[in-house]
């Protein structure tokens, strides 16, 4: 039920600057994307929920929260070169521990249980655009 936007600010912020290390200056896709997904998915999720609403500040948080193991991805970055197939194995595994974490998140909150997969499968597009940034 609580939810701030310090942490989630802190996540985007080191993701964009591990990716500004790796030569990447990409901090305006990564703002846009964020904000924009934001926006969809929250309409998205009060559409779908029949139970109870959430609100745009917790959506954010929430989605915040779950972009950890992609900055964990932009980490392993600088390390390896992710245009392999380790890496997009790596990537892959990033990507479905942050949306399962996310749908996870809004499954209980919003009391969805028999449409968490549908609240996912959005969720993990999202997480796939971030990554895309990250590997290219």
């Known amino acids: ?3 701030d936007l310090s942490g989630p600010l802190i ?6 600057f591990i990716l500004l290390l790796a030569g990447k200056a990409s901090f305006s896709y ?7 997904s934001s926006l969809s998915i929250y309409l998205l999720l009060n559409m779908m929920s029949q139970n109870s609403t959430v609100d745009l500040y917790r959506t954010i948080s929430m989605l915040g929260y779950a972009l950890l193991p992609l900055v964990i991805l932009s980490l392993i970055s600088i390390i390896i070169n992710l ?9 892959f595994f990033c990507i479905l521990w942050s949306a399962l974490t996310a749908s996870r998140f809004f499954e ?3 009391r969805m249980n028999s449409q ?10 999202l997480y796939s655009c971030f990554a895309l940034i990250i590997i290219f």
């Open 30 to 36: 990564i703002y846009l994307i964020g904000i924009v």
């Open 108 to 110: 209980v909150a919003l």
């Open 116 to 125: 968490r997969y549908l609240v996912a499968y959005p969720i993990f597009l």
């Open 11 to 16: 996540i985007v912020l080191s993701l964009g």
């Open 1 to 3: 039920e609580n939810s």
């Open 83 to 91: 245009r392999s197939k380790k890496g997009y194995c790596i990537s």
